[in-house]
């Protein structure tokens, strides 16, 4: 069954991602972006593949993986699949995409499902989303699919309005990397219509997806982020096809303390800001002599370092700063550095002792006038997207 395509009436056609992959020395990616599992992500890209390949286009199978869907793997045939890399872990052998064995065959485009999966141990690279970043970089061009539910900065947003944890996640920075996005929209009844009739799950989990993941409400919501994710990228890369000058003059600063309760809120709360504002964004930490690596605990070492790392990840650009006083020096950094947004986190002390040692959000509300300061409450988990 062919799904219809939801496409801004500027988007480009499907085919033309031949005329990018005719232009480019480095791999282009084209994704495919959906909702949840069974809107025909895997499916519409098999088509393309089949399409492409009537064109004369050198396209292999890199991954997919039709979860027992008979019409999609009915796609399959005809097309040439690489063979899966297998490893062992913990007694159970895992296949995943084989890096290696696809860059050796080079051909002009491979088709990648599941990006946000984590591969077994041992594996080239962690993640699958950086297995195409791979591809790319070696010219090989990647037609590859993900649902709206595994972008990283939306990931506490989704767990708090659908009460379902997703685990694997990508970076906003690699939603950022596709030369085209197509987002595969379906009305949530015909989804569940779906599902009933056994086409995406086996007839034994059909029962637990409608009264979890699968509910009226979660796919709602699933469905608008989803619609409004690839409507703001596309124009973003509008903007910034258009017309370069307009990219906003404004910076994001993003303020991280050594050890905060909430950092994960605070770096997915910037990344869209920054994405919003087709700006550039950073997250700078002010190390006092107090604070310094030989001072805090191995444990809040170990946070602050998975801090820097996630903001990396999302496409920050990480500033740490030696100061006495952390206000002064972030006002002053963001001054210096054409920022115009700042977020920082509330603080988590009792108001009389943020009255005693004075408050960096305090200092910053009285002298950074010249700023939007954005003060983020941890109240209710996290912050509300």
């Not at 799950?201 to 009264?211: D, R, S, V």
């Amino acid at each position: 069954m062919d799904v219809p395509e939801r496409k801004p009436s500027d988007a480009r056609r499907p085919e033309d991602f031949l005329e990018l992959v005719e232009r480019a020395r480095r791999g282009r990616l084209k994704l495919y972006v959906g909702f949840a599992a069974g809107v025909g992500k895997t499916y519409r890209m098999l088509q393309e593949a089949h399409d492409l390949r009537r064109r004369g286009v050198d396209v292999v199978v890199g991954f997919v993986e039709p979860h027992g869907r008979a019409d999609t793997e009915a796609l399959l045939d005809g097309l040439e699949i690489v063979p899966r890399q297998r490893t062992e872990y913990r007694g159970v052998m895992v296949e995943e995409m084989d890096l290696t064995a696809v860059l050796r065959r080079k051909p002009q485009v491979a088709i990648v499902d599941e990006i946000p999966h984590t591969n077994a141990p041992g594996s080239h690279n962690r993640k699958r989303y950086q297995d195409v970043l791979a591809l790319l970089d070696g010219g090989v061009n990647v037609i590859g699919a993900l649902n709206v539910q595994h972008l990283e900065s939306l990931n506490g947003l989704i767990e708090r309005a659908t009460n379902v944890a997703v685990r694997e996640t990508v970076p906003d920075s690699f939603l950022k990397q596709a030369d085209q996005l197509v987002n595969l929209d379906l009305a949530v009844e015909d989804l569940q219509d779906r599902l009933r009739a056994g086409k995406i799950y086996a007839m034994e989990k059909i029962p637990w997806a409608l009264a979890n993941f699968f509910k009226d409400q979660n796919l709602s919501t699933l469905r608008e982020l989803a619609l409004r994710e690839v409507a703001e990228s596309l124009d973003r890369a509008g903007i910034a096809r258009r017309a370069p000058e307009l990219k906003a003059a404004g910076r994001v600063m993003v303020c991280l303390a050594s050890n905060p309760p909430r950092a994960k809120t605070l770096l997915a709360r910037g990344s869209r800001m920054a994405g919003r504002l087709n700006t550039d964004w950073y997250v700078v930490y002010v190390e006092t002599p107090e604070e310094a690596p030989n001072l805090i605990d191995s444990e809040a070492q170990r946070h602050l370092l998975a801090n820097i790392e996630k903001a990396k990840e999302l496409g920050a650009e990480v500033v740490r700063l030696k100061a006495v006083d952390p206000a002064a020096a972030l006002l002053d950094f963001a001054k210096t550095h054409g920022v115009a947004y700042i977020i920082v986190g509330r603080s988590l002390e009792p108001w009389w002792k943020q009255v005693l040692r004075g408050s960096v959000v305090t200092r910053l509300l009285r002298e950074g006038d010249e700023f939007d300061l954005q003060v983020v409450s941890f109240v209710d988990h996290e912050s509300r997207g």
